[in-house]
């Protein structure tokens, strides 16, 4: 029986006390030179971002049960969306010496001495989900997530051919963007904005960040309608804002989906139930099952085996175009 620790904060305090006890008596309970032949055995400590959106609870959960069919003994911290608490999560799997350390950095800046102290401890770090900016290559070893400029390409190429089957003059065009300085957000902008860049009937007239959570993009929109006269487009970064926008919309007592065009990146069930119900357009997938892939790199990591720089999933786009979204199977998130 492989034993699981899953934590939140409450249990930090006793991953605390053990590193405490590990320092003082300058011991730990493992052997770090011992080498795991396969997945089984092995510790993986995991830094989650915070618990925002259901996509979110979706990859912690993706996360916990492949740790579990691969017989792996996950340390699992939630840094509750800030990046402090990220950095100090850490540092405790560096100081319980952790086979490999996986995370999903909230943002993509800072994390340049927390993982030195990880590199000079001899612990492999896998990025996932979002990515980091460092100068230095070596601080980590492989990233497995999603190419969210691509994400912004497949919603940018949607809207140029709804436009085309609409007719459309001119539209114009609000974003809802996601939490400042995090890869999917800076992405799935310019991902969308350059594909659309070129077509003078498209024109992004707002732009304002909902940190991808429901009740900001809720806010967001109220304060679009608000402003503007004409809103053709939302262009939302995440569902759960956009779950928060057609609140919103539905209140001012505009039609979600025929007042106001709706593209909405993740593919949540709850997404592509709206599509199906015709108050969201399109929807670009980013899936946030990613667990097993991060099981299966972690344990070649460990065998010190060479690893793919880049891991990317597969996602697919869908729309009010598609004649097949009833034969979807459930999507899991
Ligand atoms: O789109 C959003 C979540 O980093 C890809 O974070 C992830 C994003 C996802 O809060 O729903």
């Keep these: 029986m492989h034993s699981l620790f899953v934590s939140g904060r409450k249990h930090a305090l006793a991953a605390f006390v053990l590193i405490a006890i ?23 400590g995991f830094a989650q971002l915070g618990s925002e959106s259901a996509w ?53 800046d800072g994390w340049d001495n927390v993982l030195g102290e990880a590199r000079d401890a001899g612990i492999p770090v896998l990025v996932t989900d979002r990515m980091i900016n460092t100068q230095d290559d070596t601080l980590f070893a492989g990233f497995i997530g999603s190419d969210f400029y691509e994400e912004g390409v497949m919603a940018g190429e949607y809207l140029i051919k709804k436009a085309d089957a609409i007719d459309a003059e001119s539209l114009n065009i609000v974003e809802i963007s996601g939490t400042v300085e995090s890869t999917p957000m800076k992405q799935r902008a310019q991902g969308f904005a350059d594909t659309i860049k070129g077509d003078a009937r498209l024109d992004i007239i707002d732009s304002v960040s909902g940190d991808f959570i ?3 993009g809720k806010e967001c929109m109220q304060k679009f309608i608000d402003t503007h006269d004409k809103i053709d487009v939302l262009y939302s970064h995440n569902d759960a804002m956009t779950l928060g926008a057609i609140e919103a919309m539905e209140e001012a007592g505009l039609k979600p989906g025929e007042d106001i065009i709706i593209i909405t990146v993740d593919g949540e069930q709850k997404a592509i139930d709206l599509l199906k ?57």
Excluded: W
């Excluded at 008596?25 to 089984?40: A, F, M």
């Excluded at 003994?73 to 990046?83: D, G, I, R, V």
């Design 22 to 44: 590990i320092a003082l008596t300058g011991c730990s309970n493992r052997d770090v030179s011992e080498q795991p032949s396969e997945s089984g055995g092995l510790i993986i």
């Design 56 to 108: 979110r609870l979706g990859n912690t959960q993706s996360i916990i049960e492949a740790a579990e069919r691969a017989g792996v003994q996950l340390m699992f911290e939630n840094a509750q969306q800030k990046q402090e608490n990220q950095i100090r999560d850490i540092r405790s799997f560096i100081a319980y010496r952790v086979d490999v350390i996986a995370f999903a950095p909230i943002v993509e």
């Design 214 to 216: 429901r009740s900001k």
């Design 277 to 333: 119900e015709g108050k969201i357009n399109c929807v670009v997938e980013c899936t946030p099952l990613i667990g097993d892939t991060i099981m299966q790199i972690a344990a070649q990591l460990a065998r010190g085996e060479e690893i793919p720089r880049y891991t990317y999933s597969e996602d697919r786009v869908f729309s009010e175009f598609d004649d097949d979204l009833d034969e979807l199977p459930e999507r899991g998130y």
